[in-house]
Structure formats: C-alpha cells, structure tokens
C-alpha cells in the first residue's frame, strides 16, 4: 500500500500523540508524578503496602508513583495535611484505623473530617491481631497461658505499639472476655515492644500478626492465638480465638483515600487501576511474599466496609475511656 504524503503525516503524528499518551500517563495528572503518603515511618505494614502498590500502579497509569512518609502525631499530620494540597497536586493517602477512626473519636479538634475531606479508593491490605509471649512466660499455648495470668495478676502488663491503637483496644477486649485486669503499657511502634517481649521486659504483647510473625518463625516470641475469623495459611499452627473458647473476632485494615478536592474524573481514574493492579496474580503474590493479606475493592465496597467497621468499633473505643 502506497501512502501519500497527507496520509503518511497523519499516521505520524497519531504514533507521536500514542507515545506521548503513554509517556506521560493520564494529562490530568500533572508532572508525570502521583505520591502515596504513608502516616508512619518506613518498614512497617502500611508503608510495605504502599511500596508495593506503587510499583503495581506505575505501568498501569504510565506516571511515576512514589512514597512519602509523613510521621507525626500518630498518624494525624499527615491525615491533616493530604486533604489541604491543591487539587493539582496529586497526593493520595494510605491510612489505617488508628488516625481515620480512632483518633476522630478521642481527640476533639483534629483538623479533619475523614468522611468530609476524603474519599475512599480501595481497601488495601488488611490484618489480624496476635497476642505473643515471649521467653519469661513458660506456656506454649493459649489454655496454659489464662491460667498463667489468673495466678500472676500482679506481674501481668500487656505492652501494644500505641497508645490508642486498634492492639490497645483488642487487648482491652480480651482483658474483658477474660474477666482479668490487665494494665496496657503503650510503646512508640512494633520494633521496640518486639525488643522489650524477647527481653522479658514485657511477659505479653498484642500486635498485628506481620508485625510478630517473622519473630515467631524465628522461635524469639510465640504467637499463642489470632483474631481473625480462620487461621493464617502462613501460621497454621496458631489457633483464633475462637477457637480456644473467646468469642473475639476483629481485623484491622490499610484503605486508600483521595482528598475530596481531588477531580472526580482523575479519582475515578486511578481508582480504576488501583482496582486492576490489586486483581493481578504478580500483585498480590508480592504482597504475600511480603507477609501482607491483599484485597482490593470498589470505592462503593471500600464504603460499606467502613461503614460496618465503625459500627463495630465506635462503641469499644468510646467506652474505654482512653484520652489522647
């Protein structure tokens, strides 16, 4: 097929218009970058997650998708400060109960309205909670480890990684079902709570599962029961708690937000490939790999899910009398 020279310039320039297209990913995301704030320091849960999606994101939007962590206030600077960036600014949030449900309830000026200034993209990861023993405590199941409490109540602290965390209002609920009373000792994060439980500083721990599962493969802590609905396929050794004879079931969660200024077009956009990228075998296989439960949802899913965790947990929290 011959082409003349106007056919030959029009096919040029829609090749050229398709390379752009794809260079430069969506036109409404300004400088080719979209950025994924994570409210806490690097190497925990939230922040593997984010690390992750951003790689599953870049070749889907064919913009640059990269990490930033915002660490201050348990989670609250950063939620405050998402929600102020211009519109043009593309910024998302990956966020956790602990500034999006809990510290609304517990703080009166937060400089936010989680259902007012964000809009919830997709459920990300989500997580159990384990209680752990470490060396001091001579029990290697959860039966023995009751009776250990109810003779030691004097020498019993449960320490979580936060003050105001959803492992401090777990242990509070245990404390309940138990009918025991067990001081809570806060610590700044998992990393020197796990140091303090191997240490014997610390009989018992309450944290997320990814947080205690290496050390418990490792045999320096043993993670004694889960609160999820079945056991971990990666921990099936570990019984849940309802399977020890405690009507305690509850899980935790990684949402992705947008700032409701953002354009309803652009987040419906990158809301779509977030969709897809967490659909991908390669996707949630490195989210395994990494120790994290993948999952993925509709923004309309993601909201009714909120919707029930609220249900479920606004009441715990209002009633544990905890202020931050």
């Not at 240490?199 to 721990?205: E, W, Y």
């Not at 570990?238 to 079931?249: I, N, W």
């Not at 987040?267 to 120790?291: C, K, L, N, Q």
Request: charged content about 20%; proline content about 8%; aromatic content about 6%.
């Amino acid at each position: 097929m011959k082409w003349t020279r106007r056919q030959a310039v029009a096919a040029m320039a829609a090749m050229a218009a398709w390379a752009a297209a794809h260079a430069q990913g969506p036109a409404d995301i300004e400088g080719g970058v979209l950025r994924i704030v994570v409210p806490y320091p690097p190497g925990g849960g939230t922040d593997r997650a984010a690390r992750l999606l951003a790689n599953a994101l870049q070749p889907l939007l064919g913009v640059s998708v990269v990490v930033e962590n915002r660490v201050g206030a348990g989670g609250r600077l950063a939620v405050q400060q998402v929600h102020r960036e211009p519109a043009s600014r593309n910024v998302l949030l990956l966020a956790n109960p602990a500034p999006m449900l809990v510290s609304p309830l517990l703080v009166k000026e937060e400089g936010y309205d989680v259902e007012r200034d964000y809009r919830p993209l997709s459920e990300i990861t989500r997580y159990a909670f384990g209680v752990a023993v470490g060396p001091a405590v001579p029990v290697r199941e959860f039966g023995p480890l009751r009776g250990w409490m109810q003779a030691n109540q004097d020498k019993i602290t449960v320490g979580v990684p936060a003050t105001g965390s959803l492992p401090h209002f777990f242990a509070l609920m245990l404390a309940q079902q138990l009918k025991i009373d067990m001081p809570v000792a806060g610590y700044r994060g998992s990393a020197p709570l796990a140091n303090d439980l191997m240490g014997g500083h610390v009989p018992i721990a309450v944290d997320t599962i990814d947080a205690l599962e290496p050390l418990h493969k490792s045999g320096k802590l043993r993670i004694l029961a889960n609160s999820a609905d079945r056991r971990s396929a990666t921990l099936p050794d570990v019984p849940t708690f309802q399977e020890v004879g405690l009507k305690l079931s509850a899980v935790g969660w990684n949402v992705l937000y947008a700032p409701a200024s953002m354009p309803a077009e652009r987040i419906r956009r990158i809301g779509d490939a977030v969709h897809r990228a967490m659909a991908e075998p390669d996707t949630r296989a490195r989210f395994a790999s990494a120790e994290l439960d993948a999952i993925g949802s509709t923004p309309e899913q993601t909201a009714k899910m909120l919707e029930a965790y609220r249900a479920q947990w606004t009441p715990v929290i209002r009633a544990s009398g905890i202020k931050l």
